[in-house]
Each structure stands twice: as C-alpha cells, then as structure tokens.
C-alpha cells in the first residue's frame, strides 16, 4: 500500500505521541479528538511530546474534532483506534464510512476490542494488536511519554491474514514491532498485566510503583495476574510471551504471571507513573475497569470459578466510581483481606 491515508480516532496520551510520530516519518496522518481543548491547542501550536529522553518534540498535525468526521469525503486505508475499550464501538461506527473497502484497521488499546472492531468493520479488516507504554497527558497538546512504545501485531484470523505487515510497517515509525500469529492470545496476555496492576494502584491513588511499595500490595497483584491468566487458559487461550520476553518460562502459568508483572514494574514504570486508571479518575472520567478486570471475573462466573482478587478490584473500583469510596492508600487493607480469607 503506497502512500496510505490514516486516521488515528482518539489522540491521547497513546494516540496522540504515536500519531505524531507518524507524522514526522512523513506519512498521511488525520488525528480525530473529541476533546475540543486538545485539538485547538494541537490547531494553534502542534503537538507537543516530551520523549523518554526529555527532549521536547514539537510535531505540526492534521487535527480535526469528532463531528468533523460527518464532513469528510475522502476514505482512509489505515485506521488506528486509541479510544478507551469502552468506546470502541461507536469509534468503530463512526469512521465505518471512511474506511476503504480494502482498508485495515488495529486498536492500540488495552482490552479485548478485536471482537468489537470485527463486528463492525469485518474480520477481513480487522488486525489485533497490542501496545505497552508509559505515557501521561494532562493538559491540552501537551504529552509526557516516559517509555519507549513496544507494539505486538497479528491478523485477526484467517480472512486478515497478511494484513498485519501494513500495520506492522506503519507503527515501526513509533517503536518496536513484533508479529504474533496468535494475537488473541498476546492480547490476553497484556490483559493479564493490566489485570495486575492498573486498577489495583488505583484504587490506592497511588503512583504505580508507589502501590507496589504498600505492604501485601505486590502480593495482591500477582495474585490478580493469576487469576487473570487461569482464565485466559480456560478460555482456550495459550501462553505467549510479549514485550521481547522470548526467554520466558510458560510451563507454570502462575510464574508467567509474576513475571509478567516484575518485567511491567522494571522496563515499564517510572516513580511518577500513574496509570491511565488512576489518570481517568484524577480526570474524573470513568476508567475501563469492565474492560479489564471485570472481563476476567464474568468469564469465571460463566464456568462456575471464583477470582476473588478481581472480583474485589472491581467492587472497590465502582465504588470509587459512583463516589461511595474515596481512592486513597487505606483502600489496601480491603484488597488485601481477600488475600487473608484465601489463607
């Protein structure tokens, strides 16, 4: 595909530094934004992004808001969503229109969205993949990206086979690139680590690596990631290592939890990182606490298992959602009395 027309739809902390490293490799990039501040600041001064480095990338962008998309006649071939999972249908039905028959598009989002994009935009268009960066955004055209993007691709089945090369092509601009042939199974296991640690630090509204030093906190989040992971197993999924980890041992699910985890805390997680959870709430947006953990307990209570670790995470979480809780360190010794009662 020569020259390919691409919109990336939610130009976050994620969306956006991407997007504007897709722009400075000299391709054809659209940003749609539902957030008027952000796409006027990125309209008057470009998108500015603070790169792991600290140095401060000004990148001039093609920024256009949400009900613009009802007056654009050219189709894109490549779509790139950075919504939140929860989004991800109607993000899906609103560029639907604009997408060449012959176009792709991949979700840079945690969750499992590829069922969601093939129900819409067709299996035959649809590539899986997965992101993992560290990356903040709190105020308008400005992004602090603290780690280097990581990315896995893959077809959704059969039917986009070979389509994930055009992805895979694309996103080399921004990080490193990894082709799995069992996508599905690479998403479930990025869901593992999100499982482990977004929400739970959150729910202390403590930076990432500040939660992890609460007392029982690390403990808990392993046991979230196993329970996460009997569940992708359970649900037919295989154990595949992501974010470069070839060497990893996946004959005992459990340790691959842990290590999962260890690897997000080491090469993923700086002393000021604070989760896209806890940035949503600080936002006081809702976070994709079904998308996530809730996933892992509803599949469990389809096969009659238990995930007490999750269950309670998610409890906690809408708690602090319809603002029956406040988010604070103290909310450890709730999860944590889930782990006494296993014991």
Known sequence: MASPRIAVVGTGANGGAIAADLTRAGLDVTLIEQWPDHV?????????????????????????????????RTPFDVVMLG??????????????????????????????????????????????????????????GVIERQTPPWFAVGPFDASSA????????????????????????????????????????????LPLADAVGVPGMREFMV????????????????LVPIFGMRDMDT???????????????????LPNTRTTVLQDWDKGRRA??????????????????????????VELARRIESGDLEARPENAELLLAVLADAN
């Open 288 to 313: 994709e606490v079904a998308e996530l953990n809730g996933i892992i307990v509803d599949a469990q209570d389809a096969v009659g298992r238990p995930a007490p670790a999750n269950a309670i995470t």
């Open 40 to 72: 006027e600041a990125m309209r008057a001064n470009g998108l500015r992004v603070t790169t792991p480095a600290g140095e401060s990338v000004v990148t001039p962008v093609h920024a256009v808001n949400l009900y613009e998309v009802a007056t654009m």
């Open 162 to 205: 070979g389509r994930e090369d055009v992805v895979g092509d694309i996103l080399r601009h921004s990080g490193v690139v990894e082709m799995s042939p069992d996508i599905r199974s690479s998403k479930w296991m990025k869901l593992v680590v999100n499982a482990s640690e977004l929400v739970p630090s959150a729910i202390l509204n």
């Open 83 to 140: 919504v939140k999972a929860y989004d991800t249908r109607w993000a899906c039905e609103l560029i639907k229109p604009l997408l060449t028959d012959d176009g792709v598009a991949a979700g840079l989002q945690n969750g499992m969205t590829i069922d969601d994009m093939a129900d819409i935009l067709g299996p035959e268009r649809t590539v899986g993949c997965v992101i993992e960066v560290a990356a903040n955004m709190f105020e308008p």
């Open 223 to 238: 046991e979230t990631g196993k329970e996460a992971v009997r569940t992708a197993i359970a649900l037919g999924n295989t």
């Open 251 to 269: 004959s005992d699910p459990d340790r691959f939890a842990e290590e999962l985890l260890n690897h997000v805390l080491s090469d993923y997680t």
